[in-house]
């Protein structure tokens, strides 16, 4: 005949679940951590470069390339308005179109990493994570021929993984200090300037996107519709778009 299990021996059981649990979430917590950065409390605890110092200057940045359709014409854009960017490389676009990724280190810009699959980082473990980044960084160095120096993760959410491996790979950590919301279908070349110059202060790296591939297609048409604006507001107001190499 079984014997019952007694309350002592069912409320232990209990116990050691819900200490399992809590020792599970803490452990998550504290791998999730770093994903404050994007919030404006945890950007004064874990410091990620959301600006350049005062100086005149602004950082345009571009996430999500290279890709073969709008990249160039991103590109012929500055050359006509005479400036200088920062592009943040998916590894797999590069992948795909390495001979756009060199054109837009030909034309005298600045590139970062964006990961090798722009997938958020909160739904990744650590070997996954430090996989993506060592692939997104062998990926975009081979094909373009220069050193990585700053990398953003995609939908600038860190892990505990990410956060630390940049330092191991001697990468500068990059958000952001206004966005436009470029990637969005209900975008417009209005809405996206007003978004990168209402209130724009010396010092500021605006988020934009040189492709749509994981955002609403055909966005960076509007986007080229503001590019002139963005830049006329900017230099009226004594500002001046450059690479986040010369402006640190």
Not at 160 to 187: K, N
């Amino acid at each position: 005949m079984k014997q019952r299990p007694s309350a002592s021996n069912t409320s232990s059981v209990f116990r050691t679940a819900r200490a399992v649990v809590a020792t599970a979430t803490l452990a998550y917590a504290a791998y999730a951590a770093p994903a404050l950065a994007l919030t404006s409390v945890g950007r004064w605890v874990f410091r990620p470069r959301v600006r350049v110092r005062p100086a005149g200057r602004i950082v345009l940045t571009f996430d999500d390339g290279p890709a073969p359709d709008s990249t160039p014409r991103v590109l012929d854009a500055l050359d006509a308005l005479g400036v200088h960017a920062t592009f943040f490389f998916v590894g797999e676009q590069v992948r795909r179109s390495p001979g756009v990724a060199r054109d837009v280190v030909a034309r005298g810009h600045d590139i970062g990493c964006h990961g090798y699959h722009h997938r958020n980082h909160l739904s990744r473990g650590v070997v996954e994570t430090r996989h993506d980044l060592a692939r997104a960084g062998a990926t975009i160095e081979d094909a373009c021929g220069v050193a990585i120096r700053f990398f953003r993760p995609p939908y600038g959410v860190f892990n505990a993984a990410s956060w630390s491996a940049c330092a191991g790979l001697g990468w500068q950590r990059v958000l952001w200090s206004r966005w436009a919301r470029d990637w969005e279908e209900r975008a417009t070349a209005d809405s996206i300037t007003r978004g990168s110059t209402n209130g724009l202060v010396d010092g500021e790296i605006l988020l934009l996107h040189d492709a749509d591939t994981y955002s609403a297609p055909g966005c960076y048409q509007d986007l080229l519709g503001a590019l002139p604006r963005i830049v006329g507001y900017a230099r009226r107001h004594d500002l001046e778009p450059v690479r986040l190499s010369d402006a640190l």
